[in-house]
Structure formats: structure tokens, C-alpha cells
């Protein structure tokens, strides 16, 4: 079992930054392929950011984050992390982070963080 605890969300003015952090516990964290998805008020989940455990090489994104939003992971300290930059009003949303071990498995998450982006 994988137990995954998100921070770093809160309030923003448009084009402003935030760091999203993703701890991992209860496995081997290098094993696994993390990523992010977000899910707004009225819309379904969708996927933002993924890692393998290649690290950051392996990173990819949907495209409308594209050059705004950096994953990258620190296996030393079991975390993902996701750097956003530029941020807009229309990427508020709560933000969630989700592993599986690379063998496959069932898919972990965490209980989300909310990201606010005002004007």
C-alpha cells in the first residue's frame, strides 16, 4: 500500500508560481511512475504531469501546461514535485498526485491540494 499526502497549494494572482509537493510512503518510491492530474469545479479529472522513474528526462504534459508546469521527482526523499509557473485563472482546480509501481498495480492517490488562481 502506498500512502501519498500532497501541500504546497493555496491562493495565487494570475501569472504568479506555485511548488506542489507529493510525499510517498509505504513503498519503494523509485519504483514507482508518479504523476499529477487536476479535476476543476464541474469538469472531470484530468491529467496534467507524468514521470516515469527515469526522472525528469522521461517528464511529459499536457499541452495545456506545456512550458508553464515542471515535474520532477527526489527519490531520496520520496517526493514529487510540481513547479508551476505562469499560473492562470483557469488553472484552478484541486490538484492530485498519483503513483503506481512501474510493474503495474493498482493506481495510488493522494487527497488532493487546492490551487486558487485569481485575477
Known amino acids: 500500500q502506498v500512502q501519498l499526502v500532497e501541500s504546497g497549494g493555496g491562493l495565487v494572482q494570475a501569472g504568479g508560481s506555485l511548488r506542489l509537493s507529493c510525499s510517498a510512503s509505504?513503498?519503494?518510491?523509485?519504483?514507482?511512475?508518479m504523476a499529477w492530474y487536476r479535476q476543476a469545479p464541474g469538469k472531470q479529472r484530468e491529467w496534467v504531469a507524468g514521470?516515469?522513474?527515469?526522472?525528469?528526462?522521461?517528464?511529459k504534459y499536457a499541452d495545456s501546461v506545456k512550458g508553464r508546469f515542471t515535474i520532477s521527482r527526489d527519490n531520496t526523499k520520496a517526493t514529487v514535485h510540481l513547479q508551476m509557473d505562469s499560473l492562470e485563472i483557469e488553472d484552478t482546480a484541486v490538484y492530485y498526485c498519483?503513483?503506481?509501481?512501474?510493474?503495474?498495480?493498482?493506481?495510488?492517490w493522494g487527497q488532493g491540494t487546492q490551487v486558487t488562481v485569481s485575477s
Open positions: 498519483k503513483g503506481h509501481h512501474f510493474a503495474g498495480g493498482p493506481d495510488f
Open positions: 514521470i516515469s522513474i527515469a526522472g525528469s528526462r522521461t517528464s
Open positions: 509505504g513503498s519503494t518510491f523509485s519504483s514507482l511512475v
